[in-house]
Antibody
Framework: QVQLVQSGAEVKKPGASVKVSCKAS????????IHWVRQAPGQGLEWMGW????????KYSQKFQDRVTITRDTPASTVYMELSSLRSEDTAVYYC????????????WGQGTLVTVSS | EIVLTQSPATLSLSPGERATLSCRAS??????LTWYQQKPGQAPRLLIY???KRATGIPARFSGSGSGTDFTLTISSLEPEDFAVYYC????????FGPGTKVDIK
């Protein structure tokens, strides 16, 4: 069965970076894009960017353009999302999701990774 | 940038009632519209994609309709497990989510 398993919770200081992993299994890794979405406490969902797991092409939200990097390790079927220059407003649960259909629907999601930014 | 507006913000209903949720886009998104359900402490769950196609394993009581700028998610008869927050999502030049509709128990 398809699964996306994310790395564990992180606590970071302002100005630091965080790297969250998303390990895929149960399907051909290179057939789908992996997207990253975040959700601040009590708030809605915010799209950050995605990677085409087949060719490695990436696209990032303008909001995060200068601070986010999404990469992949194909042999390990794992995607990474790194966010730099962290501030308190980056405290959120970060989700990865597998993209499908022409609507870029996310049919499988990771369990979420809580990143807390605090001095 | 396309903005999605969802209404109402909160819908208070009883089990067995019909729920009608609206999502409106600031410009046409054709049928590139997706609906998700999210419960507290859980990741979102895909319900409907391409405006009207039910995702695998989603009960028939969930249906989606619409095209262009106006979309509707209908739950024909609410089950206890359906009380949750529902988000719509569009993809155009950049994907985005609506602010959500909370369906709670009356």
């Amino acid at each position: 069965q398809v699964q996306l398993v994310q790395s564990g919770a992180e606590v970071k200081k302002p100005g630091a970076s965080v790297k969250v992993s998303c390990k895929a299994s149960g399907y051909t890794f290179t057939n789908n894009a992996i997207h990253w979405v975040r959700q601040a406490p009590g708030q809605g969902l915010e799209w950050m960017g995605w990677i085409n797991a087949g060719n490695g092409d990436t696209k990032y939200s303008q909001k995060f353009q200068d601070r986010v990097t999404i990469t992949r390790d194909t042999p390990a079927s794992t995607v990474y999302m790194e966010l730099s220059s962290l501030r308190s407003e980056d405290t959120a649960v970060y989700y990865c999701g597998r993209g499908v259909s022409s609507s870029w629907a996310l049919d499988y999601w990771g369990q979420g990774t809580l990143v807390t930014v605090s001095s | 940038e396309i903005v999605l507006t969802q209404s109402p913000a909160t819908l208070s209903l009883s089990p067995g009632e019909r729920a009608t949720l609206s999502c409106r886009a600031s410009q046409s998104v054709a049928t590139y519209l997706t609906w998700y359900q999210q419960k507290p402490g859980q990741a979102p769950r895909l319900l409907i994609y391409d405006a009207s196609k039910r995702a695998t394993g989603i009960p028939a009581r969930f249906s989606g309709s619409g095209s262009g700028t106006d979309f509707t998610l209908t739950i024909s008869s609410l089950e206890p497990e359906d009380f949750a927050v529902y988000y719509c999502q569009q993809r155009s030049n950049w994907p985005s989510f609506g602010p959500g509709t909370k369906v709670d128990i009356k």
